[in-house]
């Protein structure tokens, strides 16, 4: 039953994406004189976002983890992209690749201990040796923690999205795709509000498109959407089927809050970097580097499934 809602619920998403980007071709071209731009490079990306997610959860767990370890690995090349880099961070970036087939290995063999240490406590203390060696303290700390920082958010973070498959075969897929609904959901909600009459900034010098009638629409938007939708893709009981609502929302917002403040930190007075990267997958992943690893744990503290 599972499968089959989370195989119905997909092509609801793809029916809507289509009819979202007919919408957008036909106004962008009656109203010329305004700026759509950045509504349309969310709808590339939330194509490709559609396709990594059908083979995530249509698929068996081994395409599954493939399709995500990709999306970890493409990720954490845009989110280097931000870096002031010199040539002694090669090596450690370079370090920092070899541990994502690392990272999902634990998760094909379902060693959870390793998986759950393995970037937080192994990568940390390992990945500055090879800044250490012959490459000077110039830039160590900047290079070192801003690489780690990378490592815990958008590897770490975005792999318990493949860890949800080997925990529980039966609900794997359908808890991915609800998690993943809820959460660009959230985004869109809080987006669209906020554009067309948030005025209340959270942090306008990071991100002016974060206001607080935003989060209050993506926040009330998901809890509903959560409740509505928990009884096809998931096990959940109805007051977690709310509750689940709630966490996504908050931990998506402070995700999205987090990673824009972090981007304009690396990318102080570099504006042409900083505007390519809202075009990028990193913008519409920096959610689920937070929702993703709380949601999985708060479901497997509470239920026996997991």
Same mark, same amino acid.
């Given at each position: 039953?599972?499968?089959?809602?989370?195989?119905?619920?997909?092509?609801?998403?793809?029916?809507?994406?289509?009819?979202?980007?007919?919408?957008?071709?036909?106004?962008?071209?009656?109203?010329?004189?305004?700026?759509?731009?950045?509504?349309?490079?969310?709808?590339?990306?939330?194509?490709?976002? +559609? &396709?990594?997610?059908? %083979?995530?959860? #249509?698929?068996?767990? $081994?395409?599954? /983890?493939? *399709? @995500?370890?990709?999306?970890?690995?493409?990720?954490?090349?845009?989110?280097?992209?931000?870096?002031?880099?010199?040539?002694?961070?090669?090596?450690?970036?370079?370090?920092?690749?070899?541990?994502?087939?690392?990272?999902?290995?634990?998760?094909?063999?379902?060693?959870?201990?390793?998986?759950?240490?393995?970037?937080?406590?192994?990568?940390?203390?390992?990945?500055?040796?090879?800044?250490?060696?012959?490459?000077?303290?110039?830039?160590?700390?900047?290079?070192?923690?801003?690489?780690?920082?990378?490592?815990?958010?958008?590897?770490?973070?975005?792999?318990?999205?493949?860890?949800?498959?080997?925990?529980?075969?039966?609900?794997?897929?359908?808890?991915? +795709? &609800?998690?993943?609904? %809820?959460?660009? #959901?959230?985004?869109? $909600?809080?987006? /669209?509000? *906020? @554009?067309?009459?948030?005025?209340?900034?959270?942090?306008?010098?990071?991100?002016?498109?974060?206001?607080?009638?935003?989060?209050?629409?993506?926040?009330?938007?998901?809890?509903?959407?959560?409740?509505?939708?928990?009884?096809?893709?998931?096990?959940?009981?109805?007051?977690?089927?709310?509750?689940?609502?709630?966490?996504?929302?908050?931990?998506?917002?402070?995700?999205?809050?987090?990673?824009?403040?972090?981007?304009?930190?690396?990318?102080?007075?570099?504006?042409?970097?900083?505007?390519?990267?809202?075009?990028?997958?990193?913008?519409?992943?920096?959610?689920?580097?937070?929702?993703?690893?709380?949601?999985?744990?708060?479901?497997?503290?509470?239920?026996? &499934?997991?």
């Amino acid at each position: 039953m599972l499968v089959n809602s989370s195989l119905f619920t997909l092509l609801l998403i793809f029916a809507g994406l289509s009819a979202v980007h007919l919408i957008y071709l036909a106004v962008s071209r009656l109203q010329k004189d305004k700026d759509y731009t950045g509504i349309g490079f969310r709808i590339k990306t939330w194509w490709g976002m +559609l &396709f990594i997610f059908c %083979l995530a959860t #249509l698929f068996n767990s $081994v395409v599954s /983890l493939l *399709s @995500l370890m990709v999306l970890c690995f493409f990720a954490l090349k845009e989110y280097f992209s931000m870096i002031r880099t010199r040539k002694a961070d090669r090596r450690l970036f370079l370090w920092a690749y070899l541990a994502i087939p690392l990272q999902f290995y634990w998760i094909y063999i379902e060693w959870y201990g390793m998986f759950i240490v393995f970037i937080p406590v192994y990568v940390f203390l390992l990945l500055p040796l090879p800044r250490l060696l012959n490459k000077g303290t110039l830039g160590f700390l900047r290079s070192v923690s801003s690489t780690q920082w990378g490592m815990m958010l958008m590897v770490f973070g975005l792999s318990h999205l493949a860890y949800f498959q080997f925990a529980t075969p039966e609900y794997g897929a359908g808890l991915v +795709l &609800f998690l993943v609904v %809820l959460t660009q #959901l959230n985004d869109v $909600v809080h987006y /669209l509000a *906020s @554009l067309y009459f948030g005025k209340r900034k959270v942090v306008p010098t990071a991100n002016p498109n974060l206001t607080w009638e935003g989060f209050i629409c993506g926040f009330v938007a998901t809890t509903a959407v959560s409740y509505l939708i928990y009884p096809y893709l998931t096990p959940l009981t109805p007051l977690f089927g709310l509750l689940s609502g709630m966490l996504i929302s908050l931990s998506g917002y402070f995700g999205s809050l987090t990673v824009s403040v972090l981007k304009r930190d690396l990318l102080i007075g570099d504006d042409d970097k900083f505007a390519a990267l809202q075009k990028s997958y990193l913008s519409r992943v920096d959610s689920l580097a937070y929702t993703s690893p709380i949601f999985f744990h708060v479901i497997r503290y509470f239920f026996d &499934f997991m």
